[in-house]
Structure formats: C-alpha cells, structure tokens
C-alpha cells in the first residue's frame, strides 16, 4: 500500500509564500518522477511542476520564475515553493509520484490540499 501525503496549503495575501510538502510511504521500491498539479473550480486538473529522479524540472509556463520544485529522495518527498502568488493561482494542489511498488510501476496521487490567494 503506498500512500502519499500532502501538506502546507493555506490562505495567503497576492505576493506572498508558501511551501507544498508531500511524503509518500508505505512498500515503495523506487520513485521515478513527482508532480504537482493543480485544479481550480469548472477547470481541469492541469500540471504544475514534475521532478524526475536525477533532478530534472520541467515548469507550466504560468509558474516560471516564481515556482521551484525540489524532492529529498531518502524522504521520499517532494516540495513546491510558491513565490510571488497571485490570485489565479488558487486551486487546489495534488502531488503524484510515478513509482514501482513490488512489480508493478504504478502512478499515485495525494489527496489534494487547498491554496487560496486573496487579491
């Protein structure tokens, strides 16, 4: 069973901060790549930010420069620093993790937390 936990949402004024965390645990063998994505109400699912296991990045175009995304791959953990926030990026924010379970390679989503920024 492999579960992953976000944390770090919140309520926060257009120009401010906040720092995602998101754990996953349980019988991990390996983890490939970690995500965010992000959902606000009537829009789909979209991506944020992915990180693959050597450390490459890859940005949506509406977070560049302000987002940065980082893993701790002994803590099975991947973070989301949010800088610069603006009203439109309220949402709430899911982290993935592509990664292999016994025999299986499987994609895995969190719970989702809340990021609400106030104009």
């Known amino acids: 069973q492999v579960q992953l936990v976000e944390s770090g949402g919140g309520l926060v004024q257009a120009g401010g901060s906040l720092r995602l965390s998101c754990a996953a645990s349980?019988?991990?063998?390996?983890?490939?790549?970690m995500g965010w994505y992000r959902q606000a109400p009537t829009k789909q699912r979209e991506l944020v930010a992915y990180?693959?296991?050597?450390?490459?990045?890859n940005y949506a175009d509406s977070v560049k420069g302000r987002f940065t995304i980082s893993r701790d791959n002994a803590k099975n953990t991947v973070y989301l620093q949010m800088n610069s926030l603006k009203y439109e990026d309220t949402a709430v924010y899911y982290c993935?993790?592509?990664?292999?379970?016994?025999?299986?390679?499987?994609?895995?989503w969190g719970q989702g937390t809340q990021v609400t920024v106030s104009s």
């Open positions: 990180i693959t296991s050597g450390g490459s990045t």
């Open positions: 349980g019988s991990i063998f390996s983890i490939r790549a």
């Open positions: 993935n993790a592509d990664l292999i379970s016994g025999y299986t390679t499987a994609l895995y």
